[in-house]
Protein backbone atom coordinates (compact mmCIF):
# COMPACT_ATOMS: atom_id res chain seq x y z
CA UNK A 1 0.00 0.00 0.00
CA UNK A 2 1.59 3.30 -0.76
CA UNK A 3 1.25 6.61 1.14
CA UNK A 4 0.00 9.85 0.18
CA UNK A 5 1.15 12.96 2.03
CA UNK A 6 -0.34 13.47 5.30
CA UNK A 7 0.31 9.62 6.21
CA UNK A 8 -2.45 8.46 4.50
CA UNK A 9 -2.76 5.09 3.14
CA UNK A 10 -4.11 4.80 -0.49
CA UNK A 11 -5.60 2.38 -1.86
CA UNK A 12 -6.57 2.95 -5.69
CA UNK A 13 -9.04 6.25 -5.51
CA UNK A 14 -10.20 6.41 -1.92
CA UNK A 15 -7.44 7.02 0.86
CA UNK A 16 -7.78 6.34 4.15
CA UNK A 17 -7.09 8.17 7.86
CA UNK A 18 -4.22 6.27 9.52
CA UNK A 19 -5.61 4.67 12.74
CA UNK A 20 -5.72 6.92 16.21
CA UNK A 21 -3.04 4.80 18.12
CA UNK A 22 -0.99 4.96 15.25
CA UNK A 23 -1.13 8.80 14.58
CA UNK A 24 -0.66 9.07 18.29
CA UNK A 25 2.61 7.03 18.22
CA UNK A 26 3.94 9.40 15.80
CA UNK A 27 3.25 12.78 17.75
CA UNK A 28 4.26 11.31 21.36
CA UNK A 29 8.06 12.24 22.26
CA UNK A 30 7.92 9.35 24.29
CA UNK A 31 10.31 6.27 23.38
CA UNK A 32 9.28 3.08 21.85
CA UNK A 33 10.08 -0.34 21.11
CA UNK A 34 10.97 -1.56 17.27
CA UNK A 35 12.23 -4.65 18.14
CA UNK A 36 13.04 -6.67 22.00
CA UNK A 37 16.36 -6.34 22.15
CA UNK A 38 17.23 -3.13 20.58
CA UNK A 39 18.29 0.59 21.36
CA UNK A 40 14.68 2.09 22.21
CA UNK A 41 15.26 5.76 20.93
CA UNK A 42 12.71 8.54 20.63
CA UNK A 43 9.43 8.94 18.13
CA UNK A 44 11.59 11.93 17.44
CA UNK A 45 14.69 10.59 16.36
CA UNK A 46 13.16 8.02 13.74
CA UNK A 47 13.21 10.77 10.58
CA UNK A 48 12.37 14.34 12.29
CA UNK A 49 14.90 16.35 14.95
CA UNK A 50 13.56 16.08 18.69
CA UNK A 51 11.28 17.82 20.72
CA UNK A 52 14.04 19.82 22.60
CA UNK A 53 12.74 23.03 23.55
CA UNK A 54 14.53 26.15 21.83
CA UNK A 55 16.77 27.63 24.76
CA UNK A 56 20.50 29.18 24.19
CA UNK A 57 23.52 28.51 26.22
CA UNK A 58 26.35 26.30 26.77
CA UNK A 59 23.84 24.21 29.38
CA UNK A 60 20.59 23.39 26.83
CA UNK A 61 22.78 21.80 24.45
CA UNK A 62 24.51 19.55 26.83
CA UNK A 63 21.33 18.68 28.18
CA UNK A 64 20.04 17.73 24.96
CA UNK A 65 23.24 15.52 24.03
CA UNK A 66 22.90 13.97 27.45
CA UNK A 67 19.38 13.06 26.25
CA UNK A 68 20.52 10.78 22.90
CA UNK A 69 20.96 6.90 23.37
CA UNK A 70 24.57 5.42 21.99
CA UNK A 71 25.86 5.52 19.73
CA UNK A 72 24.62 9.10 19.10
CA UNK A 73 25.05 10.34 22.12
CA UNK A 74 29.54 9.46 22.19
CA UNK A 75 29.05 10.99 18.51
CA UNK A 76 27.39 14.40 19.37
CA UNK A 77 29.64 14.69 21.98
CA UNK A 78 32.69 14.28 19.78
CA UNK A 79 31.04 16.28 17.06
CA UNK A 80 31.04 19.26 20.47
CA UNK A 81 34.22 19.02 21.92
CA UNK A 82 35.76 19.43 18.09
CA UNK A 83 33.94 22.81 17.65
CA UNK A 84 34.75 24.46 21.40
CA UNK A 85 38.37 23.33 20.30
CA UNK A 86 38.34 24.31 17.04
CA UNK A 87 36.23 27.83 17.29
CA UNK A 88 37.03 30.24 20.52
CA UNK A 89 33.91 32.66 21.20
CA UNK A 90 31.53 29.52 20.01
CA UNK A 91 28.28 30.11 21.35
CA UNK A 92 25.76 27.18 21.26
CA UNK A 93 22.18 26.71 21.49
CA UNK A 94 18.85 24.04 20.93
CA UNK A 95 16.92 25.50 17.88
CA UNK A 96 14.64 23.45 15.74
CA UNK A 97 15.02 19.88 17.91
CA UNK A 98 19.07 19.80 16.95
CA UNK A 99 21.71 21.44 19.03
CA UNK A 100 23.34 24.58 17.27
CA UNK A 101 26.54 26.25 17.11
CA UNK A 102 28.03 29.79 16.03
CA UNK A 103 30.40 32.75 16.63
CA UNK A 104 29.02 36.19 16.40
CA UNK A 105 25.51 37.60 15.08
CA UNK A 106 24.38 34.06 13.53
CA UNK A 107 24.72 30.38 13.66
CA UNK A 108 26.55 28.21 11.28
CA UNK A 109 25.70 24.13 11.46
CA UNK A 110 23.97 21.77 13.53
CA UNK A 111 24.28 18.73 15.06
CA UNK A 112 20.98 16.69 15.57
CA UNK A 113 20.63 12.83 16.57
CA UNK A 114 18.69 10.38 14.47
CA UNK A 115 17.93 6.79 14.09
CA UNK A 116 20.69 5.45 13.14
CA UNK A 117 23.49 8.69 12.67
CA UNK A 118 24.41 11.83 13.84
CA UNK A 119 23.84 14.51 11.27
CA UNK A 120 26.26 17.48 11.14
CA UNK A 121 24.93 20.40 9.09
CA UNK A 122 26.66 23.41 7.52
CA UNK A 123 23.93 25.87 6.93
CA UNK A 124 26.07 27.97 3.98
CA UNK A 125 27.61 24.72 3.20
CA UNK A 126 27.87 24.89 -0.68
CA UNK A 127 30.30 27.65 0.20
CA UNK A 128 32.57 25.17 1.80
CA UNK A 129 35.76 23.52 0.01
CA UNK A 130 35.76 21.02 -0.63
CA UNK A 131 31.32 20.67 -0.31
CA UNK A 132 30.63 18.32 2.36
CA UNK A 133 28.38 15.31 0.51
CA UNK A 134 25.25 15.35 2.06
CA UNK A 135 22.14 17.45 1.18
CA UNK A 136 19.97 17.24 3.67
CA UNK A 137 15.99 17.47 3.37
CA UNK A 138 14.03 20.27 4.73
CA UNK A 139 17.18 22.47 5.54
CA UNK A 140 17.72 25.06 2.63
CA UNK A 141 18.98 24.73 -0.63
CA UNK A 142 22.49 25.82 0.42
CA UNK A 143 22.87 23.43 3.25
CA UNK A 144 25.18 20.42 3.35
CA UNK A 145 26.84 18.40 5.72
CA UNK A 146 27.70 14.72 6.87
CA UNK A 147 25.89 11.71 8.52
CA UNK A 148 28.05 10.00 11.28
CA UNK A 149 26.58 6.41 12.22
CA UNK A 150 29.58 5.82 14.30
CA UNK A 151 32.62 8.22 16.11
CA UNK A 152 35.27 6.40 13.49
CA UNK A 153 33.01 8.06 10.86
CA UNK A 154 33.69 11.58 12.09
CA UNK A 155 37.07 13.23 9.67
CA UNK A 156 37.87 16.28 12.79
CA UNK A 157 40.53 17.57 10.59
CA UNK A 158 37.91 17.95 7.54
CA UNK A 159 34.97 19.37 9.75
CA UNK A 160 37.37 21.09 11.76
CA UNK A 161 37.88 23.17 8.59
CA UNK A 162 34.63 23.01 7.81
CA UNK A 163 33.59 24.85 11.17
CA UNK A 164 36.44 27.31 10.74
CA UNK A 165 35.16 28.27 7.38
CA UNK A 166 31.53 27.97 8.56
CA UNK A 167 31.97 30.64 10.96
CA UNK A 168 34.08 33.28 8.61
CA UNK A 169 30.91 33.52 6.46
CA UNK A 170 27.29 35.23 8.14
CA UNK A 171 25.76 32.82 9.99
CA UNK A 172 21.77 33.15 10.12
CA UNK A 173 19.18 33.33 12.79
CA UNK A 174 21.21 35.97 14.46
CA UNK A 175 20.09 39.46 15.75
CA UNK A 176 20.02 42.18 13.73
CA UNK A 177 22.81 44.64 14.56
CA UNK A 178 20.73 47.51 16.46
CA UNK A 179 18.44 44.78 17.53
CA UNK A 180 20.01 43.97 21.12
Do not use: N
Not at 28 to 55: D, F, I, N, Y
Not at 116 to 138: D, Q
Not at 145 to 157: F, N
Amino acid sequence: MARASGGRKTTGKTTEKPAKAESKARKSSKPTEAHAGTTTLPVAMTGRASAAKAKVGDEPVFAYIRSLPQPQRGIAERVDALAAKTLPALQRSVKWGMAWYGVGDGWCFSCGGFAGHVKLTFGRGTSLEPVPPVTPIGMGKDSRGVDLASVDDLDERQVASWMKQATAIPGFGGTKKGAR
